[in-house]
């Protein structure tokens, strides 16, 4: 069996309160909190699971919070660092809250992914709950890491994909992933009259103003990973709701 990449999942209170956060999906037995504790559940059965299959990547990451609230985030990467096969990334999936505060933490990871949905503070507050709008630019300048940007797209932010994307192009974004809403239906319709300069995964990948720009579709998406959640189950769905679901029959 070959997996993409594995998940370490945090649970606990959130400085942001997205509407559409999948993590709310989950049975509560998997969201027990874990910020304050060290080692996280179940790590030794996540990193057994990511040195037998010599699983190539290892993501910090949230079911319910951000993993930067996690009291003991330098010590898990010591730990990660000195137990995980040589050739193992670990990266970070942020809300960037806390990014520019404990940078010399976020340095430390191989690459980084910021979930970020608009730059206008009041679509930004629709999106994501109180709190102010990060400074994405500023979060570039002090990163010495590659930073990928993230963005869900619902009503509010929908009629601003094009600015959006020439802005994240001016200040030197890279790589961005456009979202669709888990389990959203609806038309999808960004990028239109564009070609796909290739695929990643089952979704289409185009080049914008320079970037890698890669539309996302969770139900077409073909990865397969490894999910450490806050309560130590050790999943082996994608999809995180995969596991809540199987856990709830």
């Not at 970020?116 to 400074?135: I, L, Q």
């Not at 010495?144 to 009629?159: A, E, G, Q, T, Y």
Request: net charge neutral; aromatic share 8%; proline share 8%.
């Amino acid at each position: 069996m070959t997996y993409d990449f594995a998940n370490i999942l945090f649970a606990g209170p959130c400085n942001r309160a997205c509407p559409w956060c999948i993590g709310k999906s989950l049975p509560d037995t998997l969201n027990e909190e874990n910020l304050s504790l060290f080692p996280p559940r179940g790590i030794d059965a996540l990193v057994e699971a990511v040195n037998g299959h010599r699983i190539p990547e290892v993501v910090l990451t949230g079911t319910v919070t951000d993993p930067q609230l996690y009291r003991h985030e330098g010590a898990l990467l010591g730990l990660l660092r000195e137990r995980l096969h040589p050739g193992a990334r670990i990266s970070l999936h942020t809300n960037g809250a806390l990014a520019l505060r404990r940078m010399d933490l976020f340095n430390r990871y191989d690459r980084a992914c910021i979930s970020f949905p608009s730059f206008e503070p009041a679509t930004y507050r629709a999106m994501m709950g109180p709190g102010g709008v990060p400074d994405l630019e500023g979060i570039l300048r002090a990163a010495r890491i590659p930073v990928k940007v993230s963005c869900v797209l619902d009503d509010p932010n929908l009629p601003e994909v094009d600015a959006f994307l020439a802005r994240c192009a001016r200040i030197g974004v890279g790589r961005v992933v456009l979202r669709r809403l888990f389990g959203d239906r609806r038309p999808f319709r960004v990028l239109e009259g564009r070609r796909p300069a290739r695929t990643f995964r089952g979704n289409p990948v185009y080049e914008v103003e320079g970037m890698e720009v890669t539309v996302w579709d969770f139900d077409a998406a073909t990865c397969r990973s490894v999910n450490l959640f806050p309560d130590g189950t050790l999943g082996r769905d994608y999809l995180l709701t995969e596991t809540g679901a199987a856990l709830s029959r």
